[in-house]
């Protein structure tokens, strides 16, 4: 311990710093989780690699060692990772389970022909299984993937359909993750955590909402239910990252908000919502009800067109917002990469070591399950 103290020290107050190698900061890394075990982050290799992973060279210890160069005059130009990164909603894949009947490519015209004119919902859902692999091809074609929506419309009106298709691309145990393991292992971590970051009158609502029971949350007026406002919290302790010179500033948790959920009163147009939207965002939810915590349906905002979420809780709604980037292969908004990262990676367990993270990340990673 003695040695990482004076190491940062030197770090401080050296103007001739110079960046010590990769030996030494995967020393540190390992004095680190040495020390203290319950920083160990269970799902990599070492357990050491978010303070500093050897392989890419990433980790908490390179994000300190570069700021301090950037406020050195004799600051030395930082090498860039050598690994590369595969995972995410936007990636190829192959999908966990096979549909039993291979169309031919005219097969597959006639079968979306057929669902756009039938009110069938089980002749809906069959087709839209047969006509997966077809679907998947569109998704991966930039030319192609902004029309999904348009060849396959009963997405908008069939609810269960973005469930049906993350079944297919990742097999039931992954799909029931984020419902089983949020309320049991998450939740109630995230508000303890978040009781540590610095308070402000929005936190603390957050924090109020999320710790209310569904009685309660009924019964108040102010704030989402607990669910939303357990979601909301995750992306205070995991905020958005700069977006770079071009975009000087951070934008706050709270500002990032809006990218994530958006609230409308009860008897809005959502035409009217839909038509407003002036630039390509990424996917979001639309809560609609009388209030915050009384939400009588939610929909997924995609390419200006509103997706029906098929229940009304607040956790099984971004559930599904969250699949849906890998049904139609969205990529996460800026502003929420990092959070969503870590759904990715800890609570559905997807891609684990194909993405990058950033340290936040993987420190609250070994918190939560340690």
């Known amino acids: 311990m003695e040695v990482l103290q004076e190491s940062n020290r030197g770090l401080k107050t050296k103007p001739e710093f110079t960046s010590p190698p990769r030996n030494i900061r995967e020393m540190y890394a390992q004095g680190i989780v040495a020390l203290f075990p319950y920083l160990r982050d269970p799902y990599t290799k070492n357990g050491y690699e978010h303070y ?50 291979i169309l031919t490519e005219e097969q597959c015209r006639e079968a979306v022909s057929l669902m756009k004119h039938t009110s069938e919902v089980d002749t809906i859902k069959i087709k839209m299984k047969e006509t997966f692999q077809y679907r998947r091809k ?81 019964i108040g007026d102010a704030g989402w239910n607990s669910d939303i406002a357990s979601i909301l919290l995750l992306l205070h302790l995991i905020p958005p990252s700069p977006q770079g010179r071009k975009r000087p500033g951070k934008m706050s948790a709270s500002q990032a908000e809006k990218h994530l959920v958006i609230f409308k009163k009860a008897g809005t147009n959502i035409q009217e919502h839909l038509d407003s939207i002036e630039e390509s965002t990424q996917p979001y939810l ?85």
């Open 52 to 101: 500093y992973d050897p392989q890419s060279g990433q980790g908490y210890l390179t994000w300190k060692i570069k700021n301090i160069q950037r406020n050195s005059a004799s600051s030395e130009n930082c090498r860039r990772s050598s690994q590369s990164f595969s995972g995410g909603p936007t990636s190829e894949r192959e999908a966990a389970s096979s549909t039993d009947v």
């Open 138 to 218: 569109m998704i991966q074609d930039p030319n192609r993937s902004t029309d999904v929506l348009t060849e396959f419309p009963r997405f908008l009106d069939v609810q269960g359909l973005i469930e049906q298709d993350f079944v297919l691309l990742f097999g039931e145990k992954t799909t029931s993750k984020l419902l089983e393991r949020w309320p049991t292992t998450f939740m109630h971590k995230v508000i303890q955590q978040s009781k540590s970051l610095n308070s402000s009158q929005a936190l603390q609502d957050l924090i109020d909402c999320a710790e209310m029971t569904v009685k309660e949350n009924e």
């Open 286 to 370: 639309l809560a609609m009800g009388p209030k915050k915590n009384s939400i009588h349906v939610y929909y997924i905002i995609l390419d200006k067109k509103a997706i029906p979420c098929k229940s009304v809780s607040g956790l099984s709604a971004f559930d599904e917002l969250f699949k849906a980037h890998f049904v139609f292969g969205a990529s996460y908004s800026k502003v929420l990469h990092n959070m969503y990262t870590f759904v990715q990676t800890t609570v559905f367990q997807i891609d684990i070591g194909k993405v990058k993270e950033c340290p936040r990340v993987a420190e609250l990673r070994a918190r939560f399950l340690r």
